[in-house]
């Protein structure tokens, strides 16, 4: 980040245009400043001047002052790569979509604020500085770009060493003055099993402090307390994202934009004892060395630059080992950044878990089994079972999911983090065993996987809840406590232990600080609005509600709780106009409209709640339970050979949901389908026996 002047801008702003959806934007300049002529908030052609310049290759964006201390990104970027490799050209960040004032993804809106997206990475000692009451920022920094102090922490006592007429290296202070030590890592020593033809550690050494330090950026978090320092553990400020569906595919790859950490995790490097120093160099961002150079440091050349290894042309694309083992993903149109799993490819799974392999990456005209055929025939042995299919049996609902699921927690060979995510997922299918084994989690010193288990308790039944959550009160870490303090926020006070209270308070106080700080967001000012809603406190519930829908007219999860908050308060004619105001603003409108549906079945206008439920249940992304839901609701309306075939259209995107199946059993048995019936009974059987 930089100030636009003729030394840090790259665009052209010479006078020239570019044309997104009818909108023709101007670049240019006056009185030896850049603008930027384009659509504002409003939807008109306004001149913007251009405050800073925000990173340099692959792509360089542009920074716009607005009012309220406000940094907002514009979506129209200059490629600054070679013309040669398609660069030195003005882009649109979604080109393939009519972006427009007043949505979220629009250059003016939350999703392109600098002060909250961006400025914590990029900018040292960074302050956001927001005020919930006036809706404003006092962002501050004290270096613009992201300068030494960042990962050495404080440097006063290295200049006051630096700058001594005195300086040797008999005074030399310990880590030259810097409170934050990496010395360790330069200790460690490597030494080649050649049985492996792989470099193994000699020693246990200690490489925490860069991993922390590094993973406070270059991974797919939330800040959720302000304050970290360089070395400062990750899970004392920011809620990690685990390998959640829509960040990475089942199989841990790289799906959306996640900064590395979460796939580093999963990798063997990680648990070799790996940091990203041995690759990179922190302080020129170079790799320490070029090509297949940087991989041979560990892993012989003999052994794996070869023909016989990688079975591709010497110097060829495929024969670099970055090419199967890091395959790469293009983000923000020109930006392509590879996947730190250093997974072997996997094209066996492919097909079953809808997930991208490196073979068929290259080989585009040839399916998944043809890849599948050589590597094993290459190899001479099976694939090993994976953690992949245990995650994708979890998101999916399959039978045998939590089988499956319970074996991945127990097995302490597969990465903490895939492990936490099974953790996560478990409580969908929770039986008295998989609950035991939650407990036994949650007592537990393993921070993955308590993590996992802090966010999900919300899924697991309520009079279990408290078993879990209090243990992780005393977790150690506050991202965590928080959560599972939120998790049972709503159980009176009077029943918990007395030597339990204190703590549980204390993190649900920092819970509401976490909250506070990101208050420029939706999300936390509804997860304001519930816990107050929770503790019975409607009248500040509904306050943050509608501060969510002020600044994000868009967010579907303010309608539906707040209808609910009028709902269970007598309102309901209140809760359906909202909601019908939400139906007019919302994108993704299944939720609001199952909601809208019930509302309409409470003050007894079934017709009109029919059409809503139907709508809400034949949306691609409805799940089964408003299919379930819909079908019941034509039941009760005497339509039950519409309801079956509802039930049965719904089977088969779900085809292994016990509410389906059991509603079909029971339709079947009422219309005398007894032949029908006991076919979807042994199916539900067939399921839960394999579970």
């Not at 709503?490 to 204390?506: A, G, H, I, M, Y």
């Not at 969510?548 to 309608?559: G, W």
Request: with cysteine; proline share 5%; aromatic share 8%.
């Amino acid at each position: 980040m930089q100030v636009a002047s003729d030394k840090t801008v790259l665009g052209n702003f010479e006078d020239t245009q570019f044309e997104y959806f009818g909108t023709t934007s101007r670049f240019f300049t006056r009185d030896d400043r850049y603008f930027v002529r384009t659509d504002g908030p409003d939807g008109q052609l306004h001149d913007y001047p251009i405050a800073y310049t925000f990173g340099v290759h692959p792509l360089q964006q542009y920074l716009v002052e607005f009012p309220g201390g406000r940094l907002q990104a514009l979506s129209l970027a200059w490629d600054s790569r070679d013309k040669a490799d398609g660069g030195q050209r003005w882009f649109h960040l979604n080109p393939d979509e009519h972006i427009k004032a007043g949505d979220e993804l629009h250059w003016t809106g939350l999703n392109y604020n600098w002060n909250f997206m961006c400025a914590d990475c990029h900018s040292t000692n960074l302050q956001k500085g927001f005020d919930l009451t006036s809706q404003t920022y006092d962002t501050t920094w004290s270096e613009m770009d992201v300068g030494c102090e960042a990962c050495h922490g404080p440097g006063s006592d290295h200049v006051e060493w630096a700058k001594s007429p005195t300086r040797s290296s008999s005074t030399r202070p310990p880590d030259l003055g810097f409170p934050v030590s990496y010395a360790k890592r330069k200790t460690a020593l490597w030494s080649m099993d050649h049985d492996t033809g792989i470099a193994r550690l000699a020693a246990e050494t200690e490489t925490q402090a860069e991993l922390e330090t590094c993973a406070q950026c270059h991974s797919r978090r939330a800040t959720a307390f302000p304050g970290a320092k360089a070395g400062s553990a990750v899970l004392d400020h920011f809620n990690l994202s685990l390998l959640d569906a829509g960040l990475y595919h089942a199989d841990g790859q790289i799906n959306d934009e996640v900064f590395v950490y979460g796939s580093f995790l999963q990798s063997k490097m990680h648990a070799a004892g790996v940091t990203c120093s041995n690759c990179h160099d922190p302080h020129s961002l170079e790799l320490r060395v070029e090509g297949n150079g940087v991989c041979a440091q560990c892993h012989m050349p003999a052994r794996f630059d070869t023909a016989e290894h990688h079975f591709h042309p010497p110097e060829s694309a495929g024969s670099q080992c970055v090419s199967c083992h890091m395959p790469a993903k293009t983000y923000m149109q020109v930006d392509a950044r590879r996947d730190h799993s250093f997974r072997i490819p996997r094209p066996d799974l492919s097909d079953r878990l809808q997930s991208p392999n490196a073979c068929t990456g290259c080989h585009t005209d040839k399916p998944n089994q043809w890849a599948a055929s050589v590597l094993k025939e290459k190899f001479g042995k099976p694939f090993e079972p994976h953690f992949g299919e245990a995650i994708f049996a979890g998101r999916h609902g399959l039978p045998g999911a939590e089988a499956q699921l319970m074996a991945l927690i127990a097995d302490d060979s597969q990465p903490a983090i895939a492990r936490a995510t099974a953790v996560g997922l478990l409580p969908r299918y929770l039986s008295q065993q998989s609950a035991q084994l939650l407990q036994v989690i949650a007592q537990g010193d393993e921070k993955l996987l308590n993590l996992g288990l802090a966010k999900s308790i919300p899924l697991a039944p309520e009079q279990i809840q408290p078993a879990l959550a209090i243990p992780l009160l005393y977790e150690g870490k506050r991202v965590t406590e928080a959560l599972a303090a939120n998790a049972i926020v709503s159980t009176p006070p009077e029943r918990l232990p007395d030597q339990v209270r204190k703590r549980f308070n204390d993190a649900v106080s920092n819970y509401l600080a976490s909250e506070k700080f990101n208050s420029d967001r939706p999300e936390s000012l509804t997860n304001l609005a519930s816990v107050h809603q929770q503790k019975g406190n409607l009248e500040q519930a509904e306050l943050f509600y509608r501060r969510a829908l002020s600044i994000a007219p868009h967010f579907t999860p303010a309608y539906v709780n707040l209808a609910e908050l009028y709902r269970s308060n007598g309102r309901e004619q209140d809760a359906e106009r909202l909601l019908y105001t939400a139906l007019d603003r919302v994108t993704e409108k299944a939720l609001v409209q199952h909601s809208l549906g019930l509302s309409l079945v409470r003050q007894q206008r079934n017709e009109e709640a029919l059409e809503f439920l139907r709508l809400a249940a034949e949306s691609d992304s409805s799940p089964a339970h408003f299919i379930y839901v819909y079908a019941i609701g034509q039941h009760s309306a005497g339509r039950t050979d519409a309801a079956l075939a509802t039930l049965e259209q719904g089977l088969q995107r779900f085809p292994h949901d016990p509410q389906i199946l059991s509603a079909l059993i029971s339709l079947n048995r009422e219309v005398g389908n007894r032949t029908k019936a006991e076919h979807y009974e042994r199916r539900l059987h067939s399921n839960a026996s394999r579970q």
